[in-house]
């Protein structure tokens, strides 16, 4: 069976730091890969997709970037954080256009 | 662009049925779908619709009219665990990429 395994938990990190986040993917093969974020009280907002290693498309300008430098791993990052970037991250994958399933996500705390 | 609707919040009793509606408004349709979310959990899937009509599936139920762009989640038998955010999202290519309403807070009390 499928699973999807992201870390860490929760973090907290000060305006201006580095970020990355990790997302892997097990049980599948080239699955199709996303990152949303989902801020206080709000829906979920995609922020990039992959539909492949190396290919990366980006859905709302932002202070984030994303990369897959392998078939089942997706990193979100960022080289300087900022207030505006708190909010609960949750990477998922798909098996094409079908029902996306997501990791346990991860709350940031941009201090 | 995109429009996602659905209630803010709706309450109901232990043991009874509720229905959250969604309207959308997209650009492309490849299915909608329904997602539950606990506080402070990622969304699990409930549900997914892609043609016109109900999909069973045990207490759950999903109905979708796309002419209308109207979608429902119906609970049955409604257990104090059902309190939770149920997300209505739409694909609007072949991607797999959802565009989600705000969610439907649904408070069961005793």
């Known amino acids: 069976s499928q699973t999807i395994h992201q870390w860490p938990a929760t973090l907290v990190q000060p305006v201006g730091s580095p970020l990355s986040l990790e997302c892997t993917v097990e049980?599948?093969?080239?699955?199709?890969l996303y990152w949303y974020r989902q801020a206080a009280g709000r829906g979920l907002q995609l922020l990039f997709y992959s539909v492949g290693i190396g290919q990366i498309s980006s859905e709302v300008p932002q202070n984030l970037s994303a990369s897959r430098p392998q078939d089942r791993q997706f990193i979100l990052s960022s080289k300087k954080l900022l207030l505006s970037d708190s909010g609960f991250y949750l990477c998922a994958w798909s098996p094409g256009s079908t029902e996306a399933f997501f990791g346990q996500g991860t709350r940031l705390t941009v201090v | 662009g995109q429009n996602i609707d659905q209630p803010t919040e709706m309450t109901a009793t232990e043991g009874a049925i509720v229905q959250i509606n969604c309207t959308y408004q997209t650009s492309g349709f490849n299915g909608l779908f329904w997602y539950q979310q606990h506080a402070g959990e990622a969304p699990t899937f409930l549900s997914y619709n892609v043609l016109d009509g109900l999909e069973e599936k045990g207490r759950f139920s999903s109905f979708l009219s796309r002419s209308k762009g109207y979608s429902y989640l119906l609970l049955k038998e409604l257990q104090m665990k059902d309190s939770a955010s149920y997300l209505c999202a739409v694909s609007t290519d072949s991607w797999g990429k959802l565009q989600f309403g705000a969610g439907t807070q649904v408070v069961v009390t005793p």
């Open positions: 049980g599948t093969s080239n699955p199709n």
